[in-house]
């Protein structure tokens, strides 16, 4: 069935059952893979996005649930919290095997987007739903007080 | 075949206690207000039909979004909810991982997370994990405790609201709650008819 959704600015039509998780539908038939699949039962964090701002666990979402919405995946997240995000985790070398930083990097611009300096409990609460195997927590929330102090 | 099986009544409650399903529905019933009428005292039928409905109040499908802290609970066995939420400011999640992050308008069968466009955790003044039946119900009649409701819209609250009415549409493996919401509905009417008397 043909669904326009807005991704990443642009009005993109897909062929997909309405009832398909966004998460496919954003990797298979857009080809964005910078969204991440690892659990698909809201419990990783992997393919968090931005549905009007807000951070969406794309693989617990039908595509239909985000008609008429604005949806941002880490290919296009790119406001001033984003861009500090990016360079603190290059600085502070934050990643390591990386497959969970994606949805690290969008809850974080999330959180940064409405709190520029947010206490360590508004960081971890904001970052518990993302899980990191290589348990990298301390550096990203090192890197989120760091991006934090570039947009001050 | 031993001789206490042999035993037709015994073999018979064996019989049902093999049969699940059967166990389960029977269970998950509710007594109709009517069931009730049997009770003279006008206050001590009152305080039963609070008690029965109590088996949905005190069913983990409310439970679970009525915590006492800022924790939701979550399952059959009430575990903290998984991954860490809290309720935040307005019991719609933490700045950046708020409920609706993962429970959409639907519950979605795919990932087996619930959903609904209400979905919030009950403010803390509704708190009915870690109180007794008794203490529910005066803190249901507490209007600086209950949303500012009159009784009518309390009802109103039970029998209609659809977060509610999730409870018996739960989704996935989910027990749902006793009964249906009708029946918890004319129960919570019958109750507020009979001069809403507490369990003790």
Known sequence: MPLTINVNGQDRQVDADPATPLLWVIREDLGLTGTKYGCGIAQCGACTVHVDGQTLRSCTAPVSAVAGRKVVTIEGVSSPAARAVQKAWVELDVVQCGYCQSGQIMSAVALLDKKRRPSDDDIDHAMAGNICRCATYQRIRAAIHAAAKQLA | ?200
């Open chain 2, 1 to 200: 075949m031993s001789s206490s099986t042999s035993c037709p009544a015994l073999r018979a409650l064996v019989l049902l206690a093999a049969t699940c399903g059967f166990c389960s529905a029977f269970a998950a019933d509710l007594r109709s207000p009517d069931s009730f009428s049997g009770i003279a005292d006008k206050t001590e039928r009152s305080r039963a039909l609070f008690v029965e409905a109590g088996k949905v109040i005190q069913s983990p499908r409310c439970l679970n979004c009525h915590p006492a802290g800022e924790r939701p609970t979550q399952g059959a066995d009430m575990h903290l909810h998984s991954p860490l939420v809290i309720r935040g400011a307005d019991d719609k999640g933490a700045l950046g991982m708020r409920c609706a992050a993962c429970h959409q308008s639907a519950n979605f069968e795919p990932s087996g997370v619930p959903g609904h466009p209400l979905w919030h955790a009950a403010p803390k003044s509704m708190a009915w994990q870690q109180r007794s039946l008794g203490q529910i119900c005066a803190q249901l009649k507490d209007t600086r405790r209950n949303g500012g409701k009159s009784m009518a819209q309390m009802h109103e609250h039970m029998a209609s609201d659809t977060l509610v009415g999730w409870a018996w549409q739960p989704g996935g493996a989910r027990d749902p709650a006793p009964g249906t919401q009708a029946q918890f509905g004319a129960l919570i009417a019958a109750w507020i008819e009979t001069g809403a008397a507490c369990p003790r």
